[in-house]
């Protein structure tokens, strides 16, 4: 056994651990029985492009209309580090060592700690940290830290199904959590019943917890370490140890419906050994599989009864114990779906053991204005969970060093969800789960896995100046690889796995490593060239009949999205061919008829106005996309159409720069240069009949939970009744299945072969979808009468209702029911499902164990009368006696 490469379960502190710790601000510390969590705020480093304009030049071809030039900036992050309590001495001593410089640290001079270190170590902590220690209740901050993960986190909650394919169901966000039951199962268990963010009470406990399993375990066993135990227990088989009830009963007790496996007494069967010390009786991965077979079934068992009792249907594991440890979470589920025959819900979280630390911390921002600001999780900086996979022998050094680091970053704008969206909490961004499909996540994973390369080299060219930009891209290059290796082989490790993310992760490790805008200069090549042909774009089309015209400018728009630089079959067209213009990409695109062609609806419902059949529409909110060709030449024509046809026209861009998307300030600028070319653009600015606003979003895809709040407040107040939603991030990976309360028109050109296959087409073919909605506008009552927040709040009950950043991967503010599209193009899940198979069997784990132990344990339903599962008897109150006494 590979003891000697263990990691302790806990390093000391180390820089690497303790991230960007000599920026640290403002602390919170959870002291535990057995760990300690540290919370602290620091200001971490940060590019930004910011965007000049050229008022004297001319904009002849080929010159600067505008400039570009990178500036520093500072982002505030929060972040949460354990390690074991014993260390808290020496840990204090580090935080003190790094913080002498933190002129902010030493200013605020109150900590808040919470857990039963807050008395017990205040004295350590006032010494050695020359602060003062503010003791804050446990359970208060356990509850407070629940709630900010569940509405905070997309994809914190999950269900476990160890035969799931994929193994974990996440919850998105959750906006509607109460009541819940909090058992939080740290050194010992306490139940707690949630009712609302004030009504909570501490409803049971016990002390047969994660302390009881760490310390008989290594009374027991020779495993000092908790990772060492769990790896035993993994190894394990518990029917050596068990008395099952087939030791008993020499088969099933079927009149009360008890399977033969079924264990009657943990450990039942140690005492029957014969007791030879020269020997020893049992192996000890049996003797910890035992233990925590008995453990987690205990606390399921209890657990089950409280929720019952107090009549909740859902129930949180939280605390360290889980560790996400797919063996534990597996007997909880089992357990509490055989009892309760799947009426109540088990829910796992991905950062279980902060909560009380997260509590703690957000205590002290309480007279600050923790309110304001949206939250998400810094993707590039926090751990993924565990797997089964990763749980044995292969379980990779970097992820198990790392587990359980969490990141949040703070976003100073408030973002809220898009009030067009018929159904918010139903609402899913994405329109494949890879997680689910397995050829699709090949796919992606090995696609983004080649572009990376580009991507470092674009990011080094975009520092010329920076002696260490070459560095810097390389650790891009080498972090990015690593966690799509990790991906390929735990695909749930960070919540569902989409396109969307797999691009977040890419822009936040960039970021990570101090690159902002890494297409600025080819941005600005592209928009200087169009700019110079718009004056005869817009003479052309004004040439044509109006039913040409919208026809030529749908074309417009769609040449325009081929111009994506994020699409390699793409980048390779534009760098053989410097000229590659307008014209060439309508050559490439798909004749009609398109792939999904609503064109003629569309023409219809713009051309039913001239006969009063319907109006124009009023306001148009458009969701843009590549800079150059595409803004200039394709959408600008198309927006002075609608604004010549009477509709107000909101255009949003990203607030930051993701691949060669335009951004707000660049939009800003260019709607400017365009409207010097075209009157209708410059009266409709003037008149605000022609908004530029950024839409929140720093991603190519486009998650309408999370948009700027100031954007959401002008739709409704404008009575959007048309969303375009424009490009393959947003249109296709994102959006593609999203229903709208107003009508909506998608369109985009699909640059992936692989992609276009999929769904029955070819590379650049062409999707025009117009859905049309029933009821036009916004629900007259809530359009009409409630301001934006309102409407937020009404549809989330949460005070925190604010969002973060996709990028950050954010708050979101609903709850994913169906995560995946049932169209039929996604592909079949039973290939993956049987790929999943043959990788488990391949994967070094002996036979033995899994199906000894796991796999045979649950074939059965866990409501089955006979469950060959490890169900203790005794725990359903049966008595359990030997068949002659009765
Ligand atoms: P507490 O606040 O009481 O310390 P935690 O939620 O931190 O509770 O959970 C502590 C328990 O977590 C331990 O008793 C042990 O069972 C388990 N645990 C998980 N990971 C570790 C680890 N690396 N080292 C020690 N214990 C761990």
């Not at 890419?506 to 004056?535: G, P, R, V, W, Y």
């Not at 390699?568 to 014209?583: A, D, H, P, T």
């Not at 839409?695 to 107040?717: A, F, K, N, W, Y």
């Not at 995946?820 to 164990?849: C, I, P």
Request: hydrophobic share 35%; with cysteine; proline share 4%.
């Amino acid at each position: 056994m590979a003891h000697k490469s263990y990691a302790r379960s806990i390093d000391l502190p180390t820089e690497q651990v303790f991230h960007n710790i000599r920026n640290a601000r403002r602390f919170a510390i959870d002291i535990g029985g057995s760990l300690a969590k540290v919370a602290y705020s620091s200001v971490v480093k940060r590019k930004s492009t910011m965007v000049f304009d050229e008022p004297d030049v001319e904009g002849v071809c080929g010159s600067p209309i505008y400039n570009v030039s990178e500036m520093d900036q500072e982002a505030v992050r929060l972040h949460f580090v354990k390690f074991e309590t014993k260390y808290i001495e020496s840990c204090l001593d580090f935080i003190k060592a790094n913080l002498i410089k933190s002129k902010e640290f030493v200013h605020d001079k109150v900590i808040k700690v919470t857990g039963g270190g807050a008395y017990k170590y205040t004295d350590l902590i006032q010494s050695k940290l020359g602060v003062t220690v503010d003791k804050v209740d446990e359970i208060a901050c356990l509850i407070e830290g629940c709630n900010f993960l569940l509405k905070h986190i997309p994809d914190e909650a999950f269900c476990y199904m160890r035969h799931g394919n994929p193994e974990y169901k996440f919850q998105g966000v959750d906006s509607d959590i109460f009541p819940y039951l909090l058992v939080n199962i740290g050194s010992g268990v306490s139940l707690c019943k949630v009712e609302s963010e004030s009504k909570f009470e501490r409803i049971g406990g016990t002390s047969m917890g994660g302390g009881t399993f760490w310390g008989l375990g290594s009374l027991l066993t020779s495993a000092k370490e908790f990772d060492e135990l769990l790896d035993l227990a993994e190894r394990g088989d518990h029917k050596p140890l068990d008395m099952l009830v087939k030791d008993i009963y020499g088969g099933n007790y079927g009149e009360i419906g008890l399977g033969a496996d079924v264990i009657a007494s943990s450990f039942g069967k140690a005492a029957r050994c014969a007791r030879d010390t020269s020997v020893p009786d049992f192996n000890k991965e049996d003797i910890a599989r035992s233990l925590l077979l008995c453990i987690s079934n205990d606390i399921g068992q209890i657990a089950y009864l409280q929720a019952r009792l107090h009549g909740v249907k859902k129930i949180y594991f939280g605390g360290f114990f889980i560790r996400g440890h797919p063996f534990t979470m597996h007997t909880m589920t089992f357990a509490i779906n055989y009892w309760s025959k799947g009426d109540i819900q088990p829910l796992f979280l991905r950062h279980e053991g902060y909560l009380c630390a997260i509590g703690a911390f957000l205590k002290g921002m309480k007279d600050g204005d923790a309110e304001h600001y949206s939250w998400g999780e810094n993707l590039a900086g926090s751990s993924g969970l565990a797997s089964p996979q990763h749980s044995a022998a292969s379980f990779d050094y970097h992820m198990r060093n790392n587990f359980s680091l969490l990141e949040i970053n703070r976003l100073e704008r408030s973002l809220l969800p898009c009030p067009l969206l018929r159904d918010i909490i139903g609402y899913f961004p994405d329109t494949v789960d890879l997680t689910q499909d397995g050829d699709a996540r090949d796919y992606w994973l090995d696609c983004f896995y080649k572009n990376a390369v580009k991507t470092r080299d674009l990011a080094i060219n975009s520092q010329p100046t920076s002696p260490d930009a070459t560095e810097r891209a390389n650790d891009f290059l080498k972090k990015y690889r690593s966690r799509l290796k990790s991906l390929e082989q735990n695909p749930c490790a960070f919540g569902h796995l989409t396109v969307r993310n797999l691009l977040d992760t890419s822009a936040s490790m960039l970021e990570e490593c101090l690159f902002t805008d890494i297409f600025s200069q080819q941005k600005q090549l592209e928009n200087e060239a169009a700019l110079h042909q718009l004056s005869d774009r817009l003479a052309y089309l004004d040439g044509l009949p109006l039913s040409e015209r919208l026809l030529q400018l749908a074309i417009g728009l769609l040449a325009g999205n081929v111009f994506d630089w994020g699409a390699l079959e793409v980048c390779r067209i534009l760098e053989q061919s410097k000229s590659f213009g307008l014209e060439d990409a309508q050559a490439k695109l798909q004749k009609r008829p398109w792939l999904f062609d609503d064109f003629d609806a569309w023409r219809n419902r713009m051309t039913q106005s001239k006969g009063s059949q319907k109006p124009p529409y009023k306001c148009a909110v458009i969701f843009c996309d590549n800079s150059g060709v595409d803004i200039i030449l394709g959408v600008f024509p198309f927006v002075r159409q609608l604004l010549s046809m009477g509709t107000t026209v909101i255009l949003c861009a990203n607030s930051a720069p993701s691949l060669n998307d335009v951004v707000f300030v660049e939009l800003q600028l260019l709607a400017k240069h365009a409207s010097d070319i075209c009157p209708v653009l410059r009266s409709a600015l003037a008149e605000r009949r022609l908004l530029v606003m950024e839409s929140g979003q720093t991603s190519p895809c486009l998650d309408l939970r999370l948009i700027d709040g100031h954007l959401v407040r002008t739709m409704t107040e404008q009575g959007a009744d048309l969303v375009v939603i424009e490009g393959m991030g947003r249109a296709i990976h994102t959006n593609m299945e999203a229903t709208f309360n107003c009508d909506a028109l998608k369109v985009a050109v699909i640059k992936n072969k692989w992609l276009a296959q999929r769904f029955g087409g070819d590379m650049f073919a062409v999707m025009f979808r117009f859905e049309q909605s029933q009821d036009h506008r916004l629900p007259q009552t809530v359009a009409a009468t409630a301001t934006a927040q309102e409407l937020t709040a009404s549809l989330l009950p949460s005070p925190l209702s604010s969002a973060c950043s996709s990028r950050s991967s954010s708050l979101a503010s609903s709850r994913s029911t169906s995560p995946v599209s049932s169209l039929s193009y996604l592909g079949s899940a039973t290939s993956d499902s049987r790929k999943s198979q043959t990788s488990d069997s391949g994967s070094g784990r002996s036979k033995k164990t899994s199906r000894q132990t796991c796999d045979d344990e649950d074939e059965q339903s866990p409501t089955a009368s006979s469950a060959n599962i490890p169900i203790t008897a005794s725990s359903a109150n049966i008595p359990i006696t030997p068949r002659g006494s009765r």
